[in-house]
Structures are given as C-alpha cells and as structure tokens.
C-alpha cells in the first residue's frame, strides 16, 4: 500500500471495537508469579482474593489460560461513547524531524478523564454493581485513576472513596473537584481516617504520602465497610486484561493497512497501559509468528525494571496487600517529587516483571527536564498536549525516529500516548521556568530498601 493512502488518523467503525479482551497470560509458558498470602506464603485463593476484590475481578485476577474474555455488553455500550481511540499517523512530526521513520500513537486521552484508566475503570465498576454493591475504595495518585473511577462510578449509580496522594491533593485541586463532580469522596493521603494512615502519620510526620500509603488506606476501609470492596487502577493482571482493549484496536487499525511496527514504545508505571498496548503483539511474539522491540519507558527518579529487583514484595507500604512477585524497588521507597505522578509506583506489573525477566521486552529510564523538552516537541507540531507520563514514551519515540535520521532506516515506531496534561500546568510551568531538577536515587538509597525487601523462597 502506497503511503500516501495512509490516513491521519486512522479510525476503526464502532462494529470493529473488541468484543473481547486478550489475556496475554494464556499463551506464556512460564507464567507470572502467583500472588501470595503474606501470612501464609501460599497462592491468594479465590475465596482470599474475593475478600478484597469483586468476585469477577478476583477471577480475572487468577485466570492464566482463557485466551480471550468477554466484554460485557454494557462496558461496550460506555466505550462507545468515547471509543474506538485512534491510531494517529504522527506525519507533522515526522516532517519536522525529518526522519525516514514511521510514527504512529494510540491516543487514550479523547475522554475526560483524560487518560486510559477510564478503560478498566468501567470494567471494574460494572462488575461491582453486578454484585450488588454499594460502593468501592481507591487510591489516586495524580488523580486520573481517582477521576476515571468517579466517572465510571456515576454511570452505574455506585459510592466512590478516594484516598489522594496528600501531595496531588494540594498540587492538583482541580482534579479534586472534577471527582468530586462526578459525585466521588475524595480523602488526602495519609489520612487519620484509618489505622494505617495514623500510624505512617505517626512514623513519618509531614509526609506527601504515596501511592502505597492510600493503597493501603483504601484497602483497609474497604475491608472494614458492609458493602464495599477495593479497586486499583494498575499493576493488577485484571486491570492490563481491560487494557487490551488499547493494544487489539492498535493492531486492528494497523492490520486495515497492511502495517507492521518494528518498535512499540509505552511509558510504565505500573504497566497497564504498556501491558494493554503490547499484549497483542507480544501474543504472537510467545506464539513464535512475529517479533517487535517493545520498549518500556519510565523515570530515572523511580526505576523499578532498569534498577528494581525481581522479588516477592509487598503492593503496598502498609503491608496489607498480598505479596506480587514483580520488579521493585521496594515498598517503603517514596520517590522525589517527580511530575510525572501515574509513574510513581514502586513496583511493576507481575505480567511485565515476568515478560521483560525473558527478554520479551527491554526498558529505558528517562529524566524529567528531557522528557518535558520531548513533550513539548511533540505538542507544537502535534496539536495536542500530553501527559507528563505519556511524554516518557514520547521522548524514546522521537530518541528512535532521530536514530533513523543517522541510519537512514524506514522503522514504524508505534507509542501509546495515554493522556493529556492539562491538569499538569505547574509542571509545565517549572519546565519553562527553568525550576525543574532531575533526582535520580543514589545505589546506596535503593540498596536500603532492597535489604528491606521481604524474604520469600521460592
Ligand atoms: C496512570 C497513568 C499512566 C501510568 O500507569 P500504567 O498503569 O503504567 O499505564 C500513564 N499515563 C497516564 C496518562 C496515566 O494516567
């Protein structure tokens, strides 16, 4: 197919959305590590699991062999309001480079949570109020997780109680109110509402907080409440499975055209967008049909794949989550105030820890004041204004497409551009003020808390 024929955007008809999600787990051989009770040491049962997790959810959760899944027709109804996502042909970019390369991104932030999360939001909310719940906890981050969540929770009539990373609660006072438009609770974390909260309250006095913090908020309320169970917004296998539904699209919007990427790039934080966006194609990479280089992008400030450990640890730092065997860099690690908030997760994705553990995939560490110069690159010829953690892709994307400038080489570079950033303008601001720093952790720092990492045989 000539190129000119290649649209901008490249959109697939409503009938062409997946009807199911891909399990990618079904077709590795050595699956992902099972998560364990941490009092016990043994694999998390059904039973355990559905203490904490909708029944569905905890089965998805436990699924290493159903090849593809349903997507309940409701969920489907709610994605067409703002799915099927384009695959954009980045041609303005390309142009500006002047790079033989082939850019294409998947555009995720087309909804008003401006990210993907809204894509395992809905799942996980309609399976809640399939089980007749009242409502759900969270934690929240940057607070797009917390907004999807209120959006999805609104749409099925359920309660939603967010536990904010206190830091993003004062940054971020918009995203506050958004959730709390869509009718959500929304709690700055570390709070004194809970056990856990007091007690990193009383141990660390005047701490921002961090995703662990609320996670194990968030878990302990729901655990302690009639009617409520806890939801996450990544990391889990079940939240990557509804991701899929990014990486079957991008394929299908590819295959309309006769295309083959040869890079696929995605930024990581917990893994559910990289996860989501790769499955497919690493489905026929484990199925011996096809190879890609995927790369899996993520801040020097909180390394968890290019500088973690492959280890059982705990998700949270109250320590009330099962044990995941993934790469870590510890559960009490706090990264520095990095802008990019949806990337500051200590821990990785058990499916991607195992994924790039074989070599399937390979990871990049990226600092923040390039990532911002890549962001803002890619905004003045693209027209739309990313995410800080979308621009983590966007700046080995354009590392890649300028390697081909030098090589003369033709590659088709696929990246996921998950969200939009317009909640993210202090960060903005520093960038352009010149008052952004790069802090990237000592090895004697990751050290202290890798000898802090539970000790697990197995
Ligand atoms: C949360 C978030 C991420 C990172 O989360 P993953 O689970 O790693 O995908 C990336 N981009 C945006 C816009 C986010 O909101």
Same mark, same amino acid.
């Given at each position: 197919m ?89 041609y ?9 390369a ?16 809204l ?16 409502? #759900?906890? *969270? @934690?929240?981050?940057?607070?797009q997780? /917390?907004?999807? !969540? &209120? ?5 099925f009539?359920?309660?939603?109680q ?60 729901? #655990?302690? *409440? @009639? ?5 996450? /917004?990544?990391? !889990? &296998? ?35 967008n ?48 099962? !044990? ?78 300028k ?37 990237i ?18």
């Amino acid at each position: 197919m000539s190129e000119k024929t290649i649209p901008y955007k490249i959109y697939l008809e409503e009938n062409e959305m997946p009807k199911q999600w891909y399990n990618v787990r079904a077709d590795m051989k050595k699956k992902p590590a099972p998560l364990l009770n941490s009092a016990t040491l043994e694999p998390m049962t059904l039973e355990e699991l559905s203490g904490v997790f909708c029944e569905e959810l905890a089965k998805q959760e436990l699924d290493d062999t159903t090849a593809y899944i349903d997507i309940p027709e409701e969920i489907r109804e709610f994605y067409r309001m703002y799915r099927p996502a384009p695959l954009v042909r980045a041609y303005c970019l390309e142009k500006k480079l002047g790079t033989p390369a082939k850019i294409y991104y998947k555009f995720e932030g087309n909804n008003t949570s401006g990210s993907h999360k809204l894509n395992s939001a809905i799942a996980q909310a309609y399976y809640a109020k399939k089980q007749g719940l009242k409502g #759900v906890t *969270t @934690e929240t981050g940057a607070g797009q997780w /917390g907004t999807a !969540l &209120s959006m999805a929770c609104s749409y099925f009539d359920l309660d939603c109680q967010v536990y904010m990373v206190k830091c993003s609660y004062e940054q971020k006072p918009f995203r506050r109110e958004v959730m709390r438009t869509y009718g959500a609770h929304v709690t700055p974390s570390p709070s004194s509402t809970t056990e856990v909260g007091r007690k990193i309250l009383a141990e660390h006095p005047g701490t921002t907080g961090s995703l662990g913090c609320a996670i194990s908020e968030a878990v302990e309320t729901a #655990v302690n *409440t @009639e009617g409520y169970k806890y939801v996450l /917004g990544s990391v !889990l &296998s079940q939240v990557l499975l509804h991701q899929t539904v990014i990486g079957l699209e991008t394929k299908a919007a590819l295959d309309k055209y006769d295309i083959t990427p040869d890079i696929i790039i995605g930024c990581a934080g917990g893994g559910s967008n990289l996860g989501g966006l790769i499955s497919p194609f690493v489905g026929e990479m484990l199925r011996g049909e096809k190879d890609y280089q995927v790369i899996a992008v993520e801040p020097a400030s909180c390394p968890s794949l290019t500088r973690g450990t492959y280890a059982y640890d705990f998700c949270d730092t109250g320590m009330v989550c099962p !044990l995941a065997k993934m790469y870590t860099l510890g559960c009490d690690f706090i990264p520095s105030a990095n802008h990019a908030g949806g990337l500051r997760y200590h821990g990785m994705s058990s499916v991607l820890s195992e994924l790039y553990d074989q070599g399937l995939i390979e990871a990049r560490s990226v600092e923040q004041t390039e990532v911002f110069a890549a962001a803002e690159e890619f905004a003045r010829v693209e027209g739309i204004l990313p995410a800080p953690e979308s621009s983590h892709a966007i700046k080995v994307a354009l590392d890649e497409a300028k390697k081909c400038i030098e090589t003369g080489e033709e590659k088709t570079i696929v990246f996921g551009l998950t969200g939009t950033g317009y909640f993210d303008m202090y960060a903005y601001e520093k960038f352009h003020d010149g008052a952004m720093s790069d802090y990237i952790p000592t090895d004697e720092e990751l050290a202290k808390y890798r000898e802090k990492l539970p000790k697990v045989e197995r």
